[in-house]
T-cell receptor
Framework: LAKTTQPISMDSYEGQEVNITCSHNNIATNDYITWYQQFPSQGPRFIIQGYKTKVTNEVASLFIPADRKSSTLSLPRVSLSDTAVYYCLVRFSGGYNKLIFGAGTRLAVHP | GAVVSQHPSWVICKSGTSVKIECRSLDFQATTMFWYRQFPKQSLMLMATSNEGSKATYEQGVEKDKFLINHASLTLSTLTVTSAHPEDSSFYIC???????????????FGSGTRLTVV
């Protein structure tokens, strides 16, 4: 399983764009990159998944360079409710593989 | 979308007693479920993979006799913390995969977690 590295914490202000970068140097060809969000005392919630280039959905964008050794989660115009821990995971695309969580990035959004 | 229900959401028990936590997939059948433990300010740590109709697969360092997992049906997995001690106090989270979602990450749904406090 590819190991991921991301900043331990980040601070931002309401209305700003937040970019969280995750390093996964040992990512394999069949691995997908996914991001989860977790609020205190809740289970993680899926945010976005990608394999290469750029993926966008209603809550975030995910940028993946050609070498796929890193990825950046972009949260546009954050609000206080985006204060949470964000986890970057790399998972083999086949089967019922377990999800292994790294340390995550604790994002604090200030007024 | 897929929903995983976890019960109870919190429980307080006395040291030495056992506690059972349930994880149910409400609108899909899950042949595989996962159990995690999370201590304050830490990440989720995978404890075991629960397989319907067979024995669970435990991660290294997790005591199988301490954390009993039963996956007797396609919609229910239970985690029993036996002879609980204060150091077992933690946040326990289950996850289930909806096979109908193929290989997408959309298929992994997490329960809301159970806060266990052992006094």
């Amino acid at each position: 399983l590819a190991k991921t590295t991301q900043p331990i914490s980040m601070d931002s202000y309401e209305g700003q764009e937040v970019n969280i970068t995750c390093s996964h140097n040992n990512i394999a060809t069949n691995d997908y990159i996914t991001w989860y969000q977790q609020f205190p005392s809740q289970g993680p919630r899926f945010i976005i998944q990608g394999y290469k280039t750029k993926v966008t959905n209603e809550v975030a964008s995910l940028f993946i360079p050609a070498d796929r050794k890193s990825s950046t989660l972009s949260l546009p115009r954050v609000s206080l409710s985006d204060t949470a821990v964000y986890y970057c995971l790399v998972r083999f695309s086949g089967g019922y593989n377990k999800l292994i969580f790294g340390a995550g990035t604790r994002l604090a959004v200030h007024p | 979308g897929a929903v995983v229900s976890q019960h109870p959401s919190w429980v307080i028990c006395k040291s030495g007693t056992s506690v059972k936590i349930e994880c149910r997939s409400l609108d899909f059948q899950a042949t595989t479920m996962f159990w995690y433990r999370q201590f304050p300010k830490q990440s989720l740590m995978l404890m075991a993979t629960s397989n319907e109709g067979s024995k669970a697969t435990y991660e290294q360092g997790v005591e199988k006799d301490k954390f009993l997992i039963n996956h007797a049906s396609l919609t229910l997995s239970t985690l029993t913390v036996t002879s609980a001690h204060p150091e077992d106090s933690s946040f326990y989270i289950c996850s289930a995969r909806d096979p109908g979602q193929g290989n997408s990450h959309y298929g992994y749904t997490f329960g809301s977690g159970t806060r266990l406090t052992v006094v």
